[in-house]
């Protein structure tokens, strides 16, 4: 057997052993992907012992390919929520999150500092106490940049798999440390928060309200100021027994119903200005009216705006909502379409298949894979990560790496969505596909590479003193921010936790927060809220902590 075919087969290998590590639990908590890193250290101890010898370059494509395509769907996966992630709505969770990861990396560069702690070594355990696989293979990246050898590479992947199943329990403990010390009563937290933040579940509302201002009557509907200057839809307009499909010129009058489609505050507003808030059923049932959902898929509408499209004019057609990965947005004249958005028309069913005709609606498109975009975001992120930036006071350039590069242009791809006929959607189970597959293979080869010296290090070495330490920065960030979220945030617990899981890029923690009360929503939306920042600067984090302790 040629050497790349038996290295390819111990890969082979390393996965299924480590997957299968990966699914064991204990108080329902496993290692989940990590536990292939664990299948690497261990088949990765034996080959070295029996002197089986691996095709390095072999070894070394597969690891940095693996990152590649990791990083890069991830970067598809959270664009476009990523800045959406960043506005007022969740700037204080963001703001937490962020914290957690900046006093992470203060707590490494105090520990690197006082107990002399070799620079590869400090990234692993530093990467490893928070979960992050993409931190591990950016903090190598810039290694290489600097002109680390391989044997330094090795010693931060044994960091990172020392410090890994503490950082994985920590959280666990933090989010119980907390409940303690504020003795939470979790119902009564999942209580409040639905009286609080329970609009927060669904990014829309609708309101029945009929016309009583005199002064609104005979007006057009596009010179109503509390229709035009808030994100609000007019979907249905009521006239008697009749329902219509409003027109910005059609014109009101006094006891006309209206459907109004748009945030909360928005409605509210509103209200106050056109009338009061009616029981009256808006309902297109039993009349020639209907309300469907259409998927754009047709390449010649994508980056159009919807005014470009004239629905309301040709066809008597009203876009009530716009669903874009997983988030309802109010629709605008100005908002463009991208490939797979959801658009929610109301309007006549011959009116509506001729707009499906527009804008595609194939569903099946939906579960195929472009990949002429996939490998040129790839083929960009890779040119964009290789340039070197030059900075006084550093001691080599610095670059985005095959980690940033990647991830940095997937961000800005995915929130563009499309150019001409090329669209950078994925479907979620071939992103998800892709994405499990590159880091597996870099995590196998991590493992494999770390495995030869690991038991000796974590016996005889300083494997214990390396745990200590990503013990610290695991702990440290999370109390510490924990405790400022509820004391001066004032924060809900389940916010809190879903935060905190999010901060550490932890889908185990989340699990563990979602079943404190599994029928609340708190932890999942604050884990989404912080997740697309946060793993941008797990990524970063490891790059800039290199630079700043190798140039002293």
């Not at 994985?168 to 119902?187: P, S």
């Not at 329902?243 to 505050?265: Q, W």
């Not at 298949?353 to 960009?380: T, Y």
């Not at 330490?469 to 405790?483: A, C, K, N, Q, R």
Request: charged fraction near 15%; glycine fraction near 12%.
């Amino acid at each position: 057997m040629s050497d790349i075919a038996l290295s390819i087969s111990i890969l082979a290998l390393v996965a299924v052993l480590g997957l299968w590590i990966g699914n064991w639990r204990i108080c329902g908590v496993g290692l989940g992907i990590g536990g292939v890193l664990f299948g690497g250290i261990f088949v990765g101890h034996f080959t070295d012992s029996w002197g089986v010898a691996l095709d390095s370059h072999t070894l070394h494509f597969i690891q940095e390919f693996g990152l590649i395509l990791f990083v890069y769907t991830i970067g598809i996966q959270v664009g476009p929520g990523f800045f959406a992630s960043l506005r007022s709505s969740g700037l204080k969770l963001n703001a937490f999150a962020a914290l957690v990861v900046l006093l992470g990396c203060i707590v490494a560069i105090g520990l690197y500092k006082i107990f002399d702690v070799p620079l590869p070594v400090i990234l692993g355990i530093f990467s490893g106490a928070v979960t992050n696989t993409p931190s591990l293979g950016a903090g190598q990246q810039i290694l290489t940049e600097l002109g680390a050898q391989e044997g330094m590479l090795d010693l931060t992947g044994m960091g990172y798999a020392v410090a890994y199943p503490f950082g994985i329990c920590g959280i666990l403990l933090t989010m119980w440390i907390l409940r303690l010390a504020f003795r939470v009563n979790v119902d009564k937290e999942a209580e409040e928060f639905e009286l609080q933040n329970g609009h927060k579940k669904q990014n829309l509302h609708t309101l029945n309200v009929a016309i009583r201002n005199p002064n609104l009557n005979g007006l057009q509907l596009k010179d109503v100021p509390a229709l035009t200057e808030g994100d609000i839809v007019c979907s249905r307009l009521k006239r008697g027994e009749k329902l219509h499909v409003p027109r910005p010129d059609t014109r009101i009058e006094t006891n006309d119903l209206l459907h109004l489609v748009g945030a909360k505050n928005a409605l509210e507003k509103a209200r106050l200005v056109i009338g009061d808030v009616v029981d009256a059923s808006l309902s297109t049932r039993g009349t020639d009216l209907r309300v469907q959902r259409l998927v754009v898929t047709n390449e010649i509408v994508l980056g159009k705006k919807i005014s470009h499209l004239d629905l309301k004019e040709k066809y008597d057609v009203v876009v009530s909502r716009l669903n874009r990965s997983g988030v309802e947005l109010v629709p605008t004249s100005q908002t463009t379409l991208q490939f797979g958005d959801i658009l929610n028309l109301v309007g006549r069913q011959e009116a509506i298949e001729s707009v499906s005709g527009i804008v595609g609606n194939a569903h099946q498109k939906l579960q195929q894979v472009q990949m002429l975009p996939v490998f040129v975001g790839i083929g960009l992120g890779v040119l964009l990560g290789s340039i070197p930036f030059y900075l006084p006071g550093f001691p080599a350039a610095i670059k985005l790496g095959l980690a940033g590069g990647p991830l940095l242009v997937a961000l800005i791809l995915a929130r563009i969505g499309s150019i001409g006929k090329l669209y950078w959607f994925m479907p979620p189970s071939a992103n998800l596909a892709l994405r499990e597959m590159g880091i597996v293979l870099f995590l196998a080869v991590v493992g494999l590479k770390s495995g030869g010296g690991f038991v000796d290090t974590l016996v005889n070495g300083d494997g214990l003193s390396w745990m200590g330490y990503g013990i610290v920065i695991t702990l440290v960030p999370l109390l510490t921010v924990g405790f400022l979220a509820r004391i001066v945030g004032q924060l809900n617990y389940l916010t809190i936790c879903g935060m905190l899981a999010g901060s550490m890029t932890d889908p185990p923690a989340l699990a563990f927060a979602n079943g404190l009360h599994p029928t609340s929503g708190a932890p999942a939306l604050s884990y989404a809220t912080v997740y697309p920042l946060v793993m941008c600067l797990r990524i970063l984090s490891p790059q800039i902590l290199a630079l700043l302790l190798w140039a002293v």
